[in-house]
T-cell receptor, first 115, second 109 residues
Framework: NAGVTQTPKFQVLKTGQSMTLQCAQD?????MSWYRQDPGMGLRLIHY???????DQGEVPNGYNVSRSTTEDFPLRLLSAAPSQTSVYFC??????????????FGQGTRLTVV | KNEVEQSPQNLTAQEGEFITINCSYS?????LHWLQQHPGGGIVSLFM???GKKKHGRLIATINIQEKHSSLHITASHPRDSAVYIC???????????FGTGTLLAVQP
């Protein structure tokens, strides 16, 4: 059982380049989400999905796109990288619980630097 | 003011000490999570609770819904407990998790 697999672990981009961060889970979780973590701030939600074909914006969606064509995969696309997108990115997944988030499983994180 | 506040921000303890990390929140919630982030960066879920108290090994989490406050206790602390501990609340109205900024714990031998 691999859990949540997030790639790559490290990436350096030049301003204006695009890239895709990959996230896959093998637990049949409905809920998947992307966060960014910046110094002195809590994890902030970028985009999330409650099932295949359904995505929605989080707190800081600008500059990022997502899609959910399958239950397993939830890639995050940076359309035109900017230095402000230098951050550590986490993908997370969980079952949907009517009372709230169920136990969350996180990927190992991607440290992205935009120069 | 952040919707989720943790205290202290930094904590240094000696091995064997009893440790308490606090989390206060200002929104109505249906669940609260405690997470642990190790120096390597990985995040793991420790507890999810909506009332009362939960215990797992040397870790104990409590929540007081009326006071909008939760605590994470570590008994007989050990250097391997050194990590960032993050409180997050599920605000049912927003369908999203709101995270605190974390408490950096260092346990010295």
């Amino acid at each position: 059982n691999a859990g949540v697999t997030q790639t790559p672990k490290f990436q350096v981009l030049k301003t204006g380049q695009s890239m895709t961060l990959q996230c896959a889970q093998d637990m049949n979780h409905e809920y998947m989400s992307w966060y960014r973590q910046d110094p002195g701030m809590g994890l902030r939600l970028i985009h999330y999905s409650v099932g295949a074909g359904i995505t929605d914006q989080g707190e800081v969606p600008n500059g990022y796109n997502v899609s959910r064509s399958t239950t397993e995969d939830f890639p995050l696309r940076l359309l035109s990288a900017a230095p402000s997108q230098t951050s550590v990115y986490f993908c997370a997944s969980s079952y949907l619980n009517p009372r709230g988030w169920d136990e969350a499983f996180f990927g190992q994180g991607t440290r992205l630097t935009v120069v | 003011k952040n919707e989720v506040e943790q205290s202290p921000q930094n904590l240094t303890a000696q091995e064997g000490e009893f440790i308490t990390i606090n989390c206060s929140y200002s929104v109505g919630i249906s669940a609260l999570h405690w997470l642990q982030q190790h120096p390597g960066g990985g995040i793991v879920s420790l507890f999810m609770l909506s009332s009362g108290k939960k215990k797992h090994g040397r870790l104990i989490a409590t929540i007081n819904i009326q006071e909008k406050h939760s605590s994470l206790h570590i008994t007989a602390s050990h250097p391997r407990d050194s990590a960032v501990y993050i409180c997050a609340v599920y605000g049912g109205a927003t369908n999203k998790l709101i995270f605190g900024t974390g408490t950096l714990l260092a346990v010295q031998p």
